[in-house]
C-alpha cells in the first residue's frame, strides 16, 4: 500500500511538472508550427494538426529586401551597444567591486534604479534632444539611448563576478609593484573575461529584444522587433504564416544564445 | 582599507549615465511646462501648469492610470502567486531535471515581447485562433477576446503571466540554494515536503519575494510592447495604459509632446515613490 500510495505521489509530480511545461512550451510550438504551414491551412477553423509542411511563408520573407535591411539594421545597433556597453561597465564595475569608498552602496542603487525610469519619461525628451541636435535617427542615438537598460545590467551583473575573484591575487601582483591599472589588465581581467562576456551578449539580447525604443527614435534605421509588429498590423487579413515566420526569426538569436550558454547556466542553476 | 582608489576607471561609465539620468529627469519636467508641439515648428512658451491643469480634467488620462494600476495589481499578484507554485513544484525536483525544467522555464521570457505578443494575439484571434477551437471542443461559444474589454485585459494578462510566472520560479528556485543549508536540511528530519516549503523555506525566501514583487510592479509599468502588439490599446480605451497614452498623444497620433511629458512626469513620481520603498527594504534585508 505505502508502495502504491509513493507511486501515485510521484506521478501526481510529474504529471503536474508536464501540464506547466506544455502550458510553456505550447505557444512557441504553435506559432513554430503555423510559420511551415500553408494559408489556407491556417485560416481553416477545424485546426489541422497534421500538415504537410512548406517553406512558403519564409520564402516570402526572406525574398523582401526590408526584412534583410531591418535585420542588418538591428545587428548593427545591437553590437554597437554591446560593444559600448562593455567598454564604459568593465573599469566601472572593477571600481565598485572591488575598492571600498563612501556612499557606494547609494551610487550601486542609483545605477540600478536607472533601468526602471519609465519609458516615456526616458524616450520623449530623448527624441527633443535628438531631433534638435540633428541626430534623430542615426546609429549614435540609438545605441547612446539604449545605453539607459543595459549599461546598469551589466554593471550590476559584472560587480558580482569582480567581487567574487579571491583578493590575494590582487594583493599580490600589487605587492610587485603592479599599479591598479595594471592589475585590472594583467589580473582580473583575463579572470572574469568569459563571464563578462556572457553578460554583455545578454545586454545584446536586451537591445535585440526591445522594441519600445526603437519604435519611437527610428525611422529609416528601423530593426527587426519593429518590422514585425507592422507585419502583424498589416489591414484586416494578416498574412499569419509570414508573421510567425518573422517572429520566429526575431526570437531565433536569443534562443541560440540561450542553447549556447546552457551550460553555464545549468551550473548557474544547480547551484555551483 | 584601500586608500588610492582608482575613480578614473569610474568616470566615464558615471559621466554617460548622469547624462542618461538627468536628460529624462530634467527634461521632462522642462518640457512638461512649456506648449511644445512636434508637428508645427513654432515658438514655444512657457506655460507653467496648465499641462497639468488640462490633465486632471482629461477622462482619458484617468481611464489610462486605473488601467495602468489595475493591470499591474492583477499582473503582479498573480504571476507571483503562480511563480511560487512553480516554485515549490521544482523543489521536488533535483539535479539535471530541474535544470533542464528551469532552462524550460526560462524560454518565454528569452523571447522578445513582440514576438511573444504576436504568437499569442494569433492564438486568441477569433474564428480561427487554437483558443476558439479548445473552446468549441468543450462546446462553449466562442469568445472575441479583442472585442470587449475584459477578455482584452485578461488576454494581455495572461501573456504577461506567461512570460514573468515561470521566471519568477526560475529566480526563486536558484535562491532557494543559496539559504543557509543546515536550516533547510535540519527541517527535512521531521516535516513533510510541503511542510518544509511552507514554514522553513517561504519565510527565509521572504526578502527576495518582496524584492521580486516590487521589481514587477515597476517592470509591468512598462507594458507598452506588449499591450501595443496585442490589442494596440482597444476595444476603445479599454486596456490603454498611461506609457501608451503618452506615447499616442506625444508621438504617434499628434505631436503634443508637452502634454505627453506630463503624464511622464506623473509616471515618474509613481516610480520614485516605488524606488524609495525598494531602497528601504534593500536597505534593511540586502547587503550590498
Known amino acids: 500500500m505505502g508502495y502504491f500510495l509513493n507511486s501515485i505521489k510521484k506521478s501526481t509530480k510529474w504529471i503536474a511538472i508536464l501540464i506547466c511545461l506544455f502550458f510553456v512550451l505550447f505557444p512557441i510550438y504553435w506559432a513554430i508550427s503555423s510559420s511551415f504551414k500553408m494559408r489556407v491551412d ?16 519564409y520564402g516570402n520573407i526572406f525574398r523582401r529586401r526590408e526584412t534583410w535591411k531591418c535585420f542588418r539594421n538591428s545587428l548593427v545597433i545591437c553590437s554597437i551597444t554591446m560593444f559600448l556597453t562593455f ?16 556612499h557606494k552602496d547609494v551610487l550601486q542603487f542609483w545605477i540600478y534604479s536607472l533601468r526602471f525610469l519609465p519609458a516615456s519619461a526616458a524616450l520623449l525628451p530623448f527624441l527633443v534632444v535628438w531631433r534638435s541636435l540633428g541626430l534623430f535617427d542615426t546609429y549614435f542615438s540609438i545605441c547612446f ?15 558580482q563576478q569582480f567581487k567574487a575573484i579571491p583578493p590575494e591575487i590582487e594583493e599580490a601582483a600589487k605587492l610587485d609593484g603592479c599599479g591598479p591599472f595594471k592589475v585590472l589588465r594583467k589580473i582580473s581581467f583575463p579572470i572574469v573575461l568569459p563571464l563578462l562576456c556572457c553578460i554583455a551578449v545578454l545586454s545584446f539580447t536586451l537591445v535585440w529584444n526591445d522594441f519600445m525604443f526603437a519604435f519611437i527614435l527610428t525611422r529609416d534605421l528601423t530593426p527587426l522587433p519593429v518590422y514585425t509588429a507592422a507585419y502583424a498590423w ?12 518573422v517572429a520566429f526569426f526575431l526570437t531565433l538569436p536569443p534562443i541560440i544564445l540561450l542553447v549556447t550558454f546552457r551550460r553555464f547556466l545549468i551550473q548557474f542553476f544547480s547551484g555551483k | 582599507m584601500k586608500k588610492n582608489t582608482p575613480f578614473f576607471l569610474l568616470f566615464p561609465a558615471l559621466i554617460v ?30 506655460v507653467g501648469s496648465s499641462n497639468y491643469l488640462e490633465l486632471l480634467h482629461d477622462p482619458r488620462f484617468w481611464n489610462s492610470l486605473k488601467v495602468s494600476f489595475s493591470y499591474m495589481g492583477l499582473v503582479t499578484f498573480s504571476s507571483i502567486i503562480i511563480g511560487l507554485t512553480l516554485t515549490y513544484l521544482c523543489t521536488e525536483f533535483k539535479g539535471k531535471t530541474k535544470a533542464v525544467i528551469l532552462i524550460i522555464f526560462l524560454l518565454p521570457f528569452m523571447i522578445p515581447r513582440v514576438s511573444a505578443a504576436i504568437i499569442w494575439r494569433f492564438m486568441f484571434f477569433p474564428i480561427f485562433g487554437i483558443f476558439s477551437y479548445f473552446l468549441r471542443l468543450f462546446h462553449i461559444p466562442p469568445i472575441a477576446f479583442f472585442a470587449s474589454p475584459m477578455p482584452a485585459f485578461f488576454a494581455i494578462s495572461i501573456v504577461d503571466m506567461w512570460q514573468w510566472a515561470p521566471f519568477i520560479a526560475v529566480l526563486l ?10 536550516v533547510v536540511d535540519s527541517a527535512e528530519l521531521d516535516c513533510s515536503k510541503f511542510q518544509k516549503f511552507r514554514y522553513v523555506i517561504l519565510p527565509l525566501l521572504k526578502p527576495t519575494i518582496f524584492f521580486l514583487i516590487l521589481i514587477k510592479i515597476l517592470e509591468s509599468m512598462r507594458a507598452f510592447d506588449l499591450i501595443y502588439n496585442i490589442t494596440k490599446g482597444g476595444p476603445g480605451t479599454a486596456t490603454e495604459t498611461l506609457d501608451m497614452y503618452a ?9 503634443e509632446i508637452s502634454y505627453a511629458s506630463a503624464m511622464s512626469v506623473v509616471m515618474l513620481v509613481i516610480t520614485i515613490v516605488l524606488m524609495n520603498l525598494i531602497w528601504k527594504v534593500a536597505k534593511k534585508w540586502v547587503t550590498f
Do not use: H
Not at chain 1, 494538426?49 to 511563408?57: G, H, K, M, R, V
Not at chain 2, 528556485?173 to 543546515?182: A, Y
Open chain 1, 42 to 57: 491556417i485560416i481553416n477553423p477545424e485546426q489541422k494538426f497534421i500538415f504537410s509542411p512548406t517553406l512558403e511563408a
Open chain 1, 87 to 102: 567598454l564604459l561597465g568593465t573599469p566601472a564595475s572593477y571600481v565598485i567591486g572591488r575598492y571600498y569608498f563612501r
Open chain 1, 145 to 159: 539611448t539604449y545605453l539607459i537598460f543595459t549599461l546598469p545590467v551589466f554593471i550590476i551583473l559584472a560587480i
Open chain 1, 234 to 245: 498589416i489591414g484586416m487579413s494578416v498574412p499569419w504564416p509570414e508573421v510567425c515566420a
Open chain 2, 17 to 46: 549615465l548622469l547624462v542618461l539620468c538627468i536628460v529624462p529627469l530634467g527634461g521632462s519636467v522642462y518640457l512638461s511646462l512649456q506648449d511644445r508641439d512636434l508637428r508645427t515648428p513654432k515658438e514655444v512658451n512657457f
Open chain 2, 173 to 182: 528556485v536558484s535562491s532557494i540554494d543559496f539559504l543557509p543549508r543546515e
Open chain 2, 247 to 255: 506615447f499616442y498623444r506625444g508621438v504617434l497620433w499628434s505631436g
